[in-house]
């Protein structure tokens, strides 16, 4: 096997390609976690019972928005290998068929988050909480066919190289949500207050908001003229759907195998205590928080990734995959910096109690252990998604978190007494091994040129 010895000047030019791509991608991510912040410090200044209430309906529905997130992420390689291959006219009978599959998902999600009762008993919640939660949840399942359009329309403009509208609508609606979400919380301009009901209903309408402001823009702005995205009605062709839920489907099965992970982690530390489950809290949002740099990297891997192999360049493909593993590397560095050097400054920022400060800190500190781990394995992630291949990762991810991660935490938290600490520490083992595989499964492919039969099946589903 011959060494990989990039070019310095085509190395330099990688990086700035990524780099300018992912940018507006970090933004865009880092709005979506506010917009998690602003809903419970809103519902928190209602009352506890409404920041109980939205906080449980949230984690439920932050699964259907990881399904419908990993099945909308199809779109972007599918686009940007058209587009590397010089095939742009044909991005509109992809993008039309995409946008079936978004209604299709959605309407799944409307229906699976009105009817989740099964989930909020098996969770355990207060029934003083239980009427709450379901309003909540059945306000903003109507957001869900918005949410996957949405993604559509996200996933169409960043295949094109376009990923700035990306942080443009994510971040108006961020915006958006606090006047709307204060006004139907609280009960102003004549509306009663509503309570976790009205901030359900506050998310769904900045979704749908963002939906129609994206599709107008697409549909107006010349950067995507010439695609006959909307030139014709057309129905729905169950061979181009299957194709991209091909591509889809396993990577929702990832994503919610990730978060099931986290939040079955939550519930089990939840048993622990009152200050523990506060010090995992304060540890885990500031671990999601620095969480959103790769994995906007690793959405402009998978675009990279896809333009080269749609050009069928073979060096393209390592530049493209090995670069952006790389420049995650470096901002992993300066997360782990921050969290195992200002472990307890970082938790201060967030309570005064002596106790939880204390834990946290340890948590926060396990949290810099693997912050090379998780950045290695959702930017090698990135890249197999540029390749179209995404099955074998979801193994991967399924055995690392489930038969790996889940089983050590587990043993370690209560059979040798390490509690929180063994918890974090299964999900350091879980997270290594993921990035060891899926790092060697990218490695592999590109010398091996797998990558080329993503390119033949790109052809033939065209």
Same mark, same amino acid.
């Given at each position: 096997?011959?060494?990989?010895?990039?070019?310095?000047?085509?190395?330099?030019?990688?990086?700035?390609?990524?780099? +300018?791509?992912? !940018?507006?991608?970090?933004?865009?991510?880092?709005?979506?976690?506010?917009?998690?912040?602003?809903?419970? $410090?809103?519902?928190?200044?209602?009352?506890?019972?409404?920041?109980?209430?939205?906080?449980?309906?949230?984690?439920?529905?932050?699964?259907?928005?990881?399904?419908?997130?990993?099945?909308?992420?199809?779109?972007?390689?599918?686009?940007?290998?058209?587009?590397?291959?010089?095939?742009?006219?044909? $991005?509109?009978?992809?993008?039309?068929?995409?946008?079936?599959?978004?209604?299709?998902?959605?309407?799944?999600?409307?229906?699976?988050?009105?009817?989740?009762?099964?989930?909020?008993?098996?969770?355990?919640?207060?029934?003083?909480?239980?009427?709450?939660?379901?309003?909540? !949840?059945?306000?903003?399942?109507?957001?869900?066919?918005?949410?996957?359009?949405?993604?559509?329309? +996200?996933?169409? /403009?960043?295949?094109?190289?376009?990923?700035?509208?990306?942080?443009?609508?994510?971040?108006?609606? !961020?915006?958006?949500?606090?006047?709307?979400?204060?006004?139907?919380?609280?009960?102003?301009?004549?509306?009663?207050?509503?309570?976790?009901?009205?901030?359900?209903?506050?998310?769904?309408?900045?979704?749908?908001?963002?939906? @129609?402001?994206?599709?107008?823009?697409?549909?107006?702005? +010349?950067?995507?003229?010439?695609?006959?995205?909307?030139?014709?009605?057309?129905?729905? *062709?169950?061979?181009?759907?299957?194709?991209?839920?091909?591509?889809?489907?396993?990577?929702?099965?990832?994503?919610?195998?990730?978060?099931?992970?986290?939040?079955?982690?939550?519930?089990?530390?939840?048993?622990?205590?009152?200050?523990?489950?506060? /010090?995992?809290?304060?540890?885990?949002?500031?671990?999601? @928080?620095?969480?959103?740099?790769?994995?906007?990297?690793?959405?402009?891997?998978?675009?990279?990734?896809?333009?080269?192999?749609?050009?069928?360049?073979?060096?393209?493909?390592?530049?493209?995959?090995?670069?952006?593993?790389?420049?995650?590397?470096?901002?992993?560095?300066?997360?782990?910096?921050?969290?195992?050097?200002?472990?307890?400054?970082?938790?201060?920022?967030?309570?005064?109690?002596?106790?939880?400060?204390?834990?946290?800190?340890? !948590?926060?500190?396990?949290?810099?252990?693997?912050?090379?781990?998780?950045?290695?394995?959702?930017?090698? *992630?990135?890249?197999?998604?540029?390749?179209?291949?995404?099955?074998?990762?979801?193994?991967?991810?399924?055995?690392?978190?489930?038969?790996?991660?889940?089983?050590?935490?587990?043993?370690?938290?209560?059979?040798?007494?390490?509690?929180?600490?063994?918890?974090?520490?299964?999900?350091?083992?879980?997270?290594?091994?993921?990035?060891?595989?899926?790092?060697?499964?990218?490695?592999?492919?590109?010398?091996?040129?797998?990558?080329?039969?993503?390119?033949?099946?790109?052809?033939?589903?065209?």
């Amino acid at each position: 096997m011959k060494p990989f010895r990039p070019e310095r000047a085509h190395l330099a030019h990688e990086m700035r390609a990524t780099v +300018r791509l992912a !940018l507006p991608l970090i933004c865009a991510q880092l709005a979506a976690i506010g917009s998690n912040v602003i809903d419970a $410090v809103l519902a928190g200044h209602v009352s506890a019972h409404v920041l109980g209430a939205v906080a449980v309906g949230a984690s439920i529905w932050s699964l259907a928005i990881v399904s419908g997130i990993g099945m909308m992420m199809a779109v972007p390689p599918s686009v940007a290998q058209l587009d590397g291959a010089g095939r742009r006219h044909e $991005v509109g009978a992809v993008f039309r068929q995409a946008l079936w599959l978004a209604l299709g998902m959605g309407m799944v999600l409307w229906f699976a988050v009105r009817h989740a009762a099964p989930l909020i008993d098996l969770i355990g919640v207060t029934p003083s909480l239980r009427d709450d939660v379901q309003r909540f !949840l059945l306000a903003i399942s109507w957001g869900a066919p918005a949410l996957t359009s949405y993604f559509s329309l +996200r996933g169409l /403009s960043e295949g094109l190289s376009l990923t700035r509208p990306s942080m443009y609508f994510s971040l108006g609606g !961020l915006v958006l949500l606090v006047p709307l979400g204060y006004v139907l919380m609280f009960g102003k301009l004549g509306i009663p207050p509503q309570g976790a009901h009205g901030c359900g209903v506050a998310t769904a309408i900045v979704l749908w908001l963002e939906m @129609l402001t994206f599709g107008i823009y697409v549909i107006f702005r +010349r950067n995507y003229c010439g695609l006959g995205l909307f030139d014709h009605f057309e129905w729905p *062709n169950l061979r181009r759907i299957g194709a991209l839920a091909h591509i889809g489907l396993p990577m929702a099965v990832t994503l919610l195998a990730e978060a099931g992970l986290f939040v079955a982690t939550a519930l089990i530390i939840a048993t622990l205590g009152e200050d523990v489950i506060a /010090s995992h809290q304060v540890a885990i949002n500031i671990a999601s @928080l620095f969480f959103m740099i790769p994995l906007g990297l690793a959405m402009a891997i998978t675009v990279r990734v896809g333009n080269a192999v749609g050009r069928g360049d073979e060096r393209g493909v390592r530049y493209a995959g090995f670069c952006g593993i790389g420049l995650t590397l470096v901002t992993q560095l300066f997360s782990a910096g921050l969290m195992l050097g200002l472990p307890h400054f970082i938790a201060t920022l967030y309570t005064q109690d002596p106790k939880v400060i204390a834990l946290a800190a340890q !948590l926060i500190m396990l949290a810099g252990l693997f912050q090379f781990s998780d950045g290695i394995q959702v930017a090698a *992630n990135g890249a197999l998604r540029g390749l179209k291949d995404t099955r074998v990762p979801m193994a991967i991810t399924l055995f690392a978190y489930w038969i790996i991660g889940m089983p050590v935490g587990w043993w370690l938290a209560f059979h040798h007494g390490m509690g929180a600490r063994g918890m974090w520490m299964g999900l350091i083992a879980g997270l290594t091994v993921a990035a060891v595989m899926l790092f060697t499964r990218f490695w592999r492919s590109a010398w091996k040129q797998r990558w080329r039969r993503a390119a033949t099946a790109m052809s033939a589903t065209a």
